[in-house]
T-cell receptor, first 115, second 114 residues
Framework: AQSVTQLDSHVSVSEGTPVLLRCNYS??????LFWYVQHPNKGLQLLLK??????LVKGINGFEAEFKKSETSFHLTKPSAHMSDAAEYFC?????????????FGQGTELSVKP | KAGVTQTPRYLIKTRGQQVTLSCSPI?????VSWYQQTPGQGLQFLFE???????NKGNFPGRFSGRQFSNSRSEMNVSTLELGDSALYLC?????????????FGPGTRLTVL
């Protein structure tokens, strides 16, 4: 069975400092992995996705994530946080032997950015 | 290109009533998936439709149902509403069936059951 664990429910950083949101996954097969962001009262926006090509994936708004099979991790990073990055972030796994559209979401990490 | 649209954005219902939510996918997308988001359970998969056929269903009671029309628009219905059905219902569309293809989400319908 596939699952994903986001290691922090809340992360707080100062504007201009690096962001690290941690995610570990469990999958019997090589998974597809995604990071989505949700701003208050908004839907989910795709930040980036990994589908077994390059292990370092670049996304929108300066975010990137590195797939590490040996550590079963897919942590999200950004060199310098901006106030507009404050939102909830979801790490998502989709097994390559897909289950018909079923994305499996982590519990989310709320990112706060202090001025 | 217009994104995924969901109507209505907000709904208030009372226990025992039924409700229908609508989702219009991105033009050209044939797959529509539905998710329920609650503070306690997080985001959970409800079902996926592709070419008017339900391909997969999550672990929800039979009160939750859906359908897809020939233009790929989808509706989900919840009958005999319970307080626990209060949630944000998100619809996502993708070009192809299955979760490998990127899913694009709508803004959601906020359902409150009183």
């Amino acid at each position: 069975a596939q699952s994903v664990t986001q290691l922090d429910s809340h992360v707080s950083v100062s504007e201009g400092t690096p962001v690290l949101l941690r995610c570990n996954y469990s999958s019997s097969y090589s998974p597809s992995l995604f990071w989505y962001v949700q701003h208050p009262n908004k839907g989910l926006q795709l930040l980036l996705k990994y589908t077994s090509a390059a292990t370092l994936v670049k996304g929108i708004n300066g975010f990137e994530a590195e797939f590490k099979k040996s550590e079963t991790s897919f942590h999200l990073t950004k060199p310098s946080a901006h106030m507009s990055d404050a939102a909830e972030y979801f790490c998502v796994v989709s097994p390559i032997y897909n289950q018909g559209g079923k994305l499996i979401f982590g519990q989310g990490t709320e990112l706060s950015v202090k001025p | 290109k217009a994104g995924v649209t969901q109507t209505p954005r907000y709904l208030i219902k009372t226990r025992g009533q039924q409700v229908t939510l609508s989702c219009s996918p991105i033009s050209g997308h044939r797959s529509v998936s539905w998710y329920q988001q609650t503070p306690g359970q997080g985001l959970q998969f409800l079902f996926e439709y592709f070419s008017e056929t339900q391909r997969n269903k999550g672990n929800f009671p039979g009160r939750f149902s859906g359908r897809q029309f020939s233009n790929s628009r989808s509706e989900m219905n919840v009958s005999t509403l319970e307080l626990g059905d209060s949630a944000l219902y998100l619809c996502a569309s993708s070009l192809l069936a299955g979760a490998i293809d990127t899913q694009y989400f709508g803004p959601g319908t906020r359902l409150t059951v009183l």
